[in-house]
């Protein structure tokens, strides 16, 4: 690399990294103080525990602040400063920012309150603070952040109780209080951690910036996160997919269930998006998201310490024939299936071990099995090539020293390379084998299911981290014949389109039969002596939605009717609204619905993940099954070809009760097609094709539904 080039990238990371924040090397405190129980007081006391370099405090009313020299305001501090923790009160904490970016402090963690969480003058508060951090191009924290933290260099800049211990997790959380919790327990597991964040109300940074740091960091083994929302969803699943390819994300996103996301809407005044949304965003992103801080931890432990297995089969070593069972019950849930073992395998079991063992997986080495024949059997499960991963059970014994089968278990791990769940069941008297399971990075459970799903989280990751990224496809489109259609609508002053938009999927290459949409009879008539047989009939009004709910739709209208269809289908639409506005009516050619199945393809514009795709069964049966796919588009032809396979009622396309198979490349394609139409066009708010009429040589969308935005376009 030639010397231009260094420093390039050595710029960019200045600008663009955060490690001034993680690993300053002089951090001032301003509004430090010495009153007890106050926050200034608590985060100077936290720094000077175990902080590698030096605290600085700052305050017009103290000489000194616990011993150390106090500075009346941050220009006055001499030297470079790396980060600034702000504690000072709302109404002077910008001000407050402003002068660290006067002073040249790039990184600031703003732990004051009173901004965005709290109102309208909070909120336009909190703009200030962003447009200060703009300005100066500040890594800024918070504000409402409890602080960060980073171990290796003892960095505690939070007002919690606890420290963390050392370790290769790196966590964020939207909520301060839920971290100080976490610390309580986890130093109470041993579960250590690299760097801790409290996001607060994400004004600058937000977990797509930690994620993109962490993602750099070789300090860093996992990332775990409990998030209320995303700030920007496209931009955190490219950030969160990048970083997956080398290090696990696992998250724990709340607000799951209605009442959930209102309470979280109060909290960090953050707009919640759709459930549906999250699910498909994180799930695209590689992202693995937990259910609950037990299943965060249990999956951050054994992904941080132990290699990811190679194979998805799992074999069980145990002294007890119900846990066993259990286990196997556990295994049949998840991703992971039993192992079988190789000949070779077999007979070396059987010679190790007594006539009543079971050797076939899961393998029972009996009541009266002490730590040797674990150790045998194990060591030969591991070294089978069938085998990937391993849960070892243990009910107490007379004849089983667990701490001694927690070093076996620990040294086989290490030389076979193989990740292992262990349960060893028991209270206290697994304490001190936990501890020798736990520096050799393998969890202990009392619960066979939590094992289980520790090494099930693996291969998820592993999966994740194996596959392969595919670009969205570009179709050779007619964008502009598109945006001609929208702007008519705009025009029109309607913001609702329908059938007269069909044009707009055949500007995208969405097959769509002939149609015209007649203004009078004699039109309709005309154009059904252009389509060949008979021809289906709509009604054509923004102000009815659901045409055939008011006898809108005539299908298989012969040509003699259609003089006298064209008059009873407006009259209806009169009797129904008699103020909609009428567009006419659509002479449409017939689509063979026998051979066909009619599906739904369509998007809805979430606030945070933007356009969110969607695949199911169409017709009448799209609200009643629930039997949905949603993916956030652009989305690659796998992703396309998922949402089509991944409905429970995929058998039904696939040909059943004798009819031929629906094409499926083309309802991929016309998925792909409606991804491109709508990340082009922010615009459309929602759209329908309902029903996409998949048929066994190709799809016709025979109905369209849309919203603009038409400020939009
Ligand atoms: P809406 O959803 O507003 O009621 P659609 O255009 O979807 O109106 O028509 C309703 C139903 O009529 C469709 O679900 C389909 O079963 C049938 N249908 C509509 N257009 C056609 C067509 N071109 N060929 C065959 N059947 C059609
Ligand atoms: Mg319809």
Redesign the pocket.
Known sequence: MDSEETQASDAGRATGGLSGLFDPDRVAVVGATESEGSIGRAIVDNLVADFAGETVPVNPNYDDVLGLDCYPDIESVPGELNLAVVVVPPSIAVEAVEQCGEAGVRNVVVITAGFGETGSEGASRERELTAVAEEYDLNLVGPNSLGVMSTPVGLNATFGPENALSGSISFMSQSGAFITAVLDWANDQGIGFKDVVSLGNKAVLDETDFVEAWAEDPDTDVILGYLEGVENGAEFIDAAREATEDTPIVMVKSGRTEAGAQAVSSHTGTLAGSEQAYEAGLEQAGVLRVENVQELFDFAQILSGQPLPDSDDVAIVTNAGGPGVMTTDAVGDSALSLASFSEETLDALSGAMPDEANIYNPIDAIGDADVDRFAEALDLALADDNVGSAVVLSAPTAVIDFDDLAEVITDLQAEHGKPIASVLMGGERTDSAREILREGGIPNYFDPARAVGSLDAMVRYRNVRDREYEAPERFDVDRERAREILERADERGDNRLG?EAMDLLDAYGIPT?DGTIAETPEDAVEAAQGIDGEV?M?IVSPDIL????IGG?R?GVPNEDVYDAFEDLVTRARNYQPDAEILGVQV????D?DAGT?TIIGMNRDPQFGPLLLFGLG?IFVEILEDTETRVAPVSEREATEMVDGIRSAPLLRGARGRDPADREAIVESLQRLSQLVTDFPAILELDV??LVAGPDGVDA??VRLTVDREEL
């Open positions: 059938v039969p289906v709509k659901h045409k055939s709910d739709v299908v449409q050619e017939m689509v619905l009619e017709g309902n029903p025979v109905d």
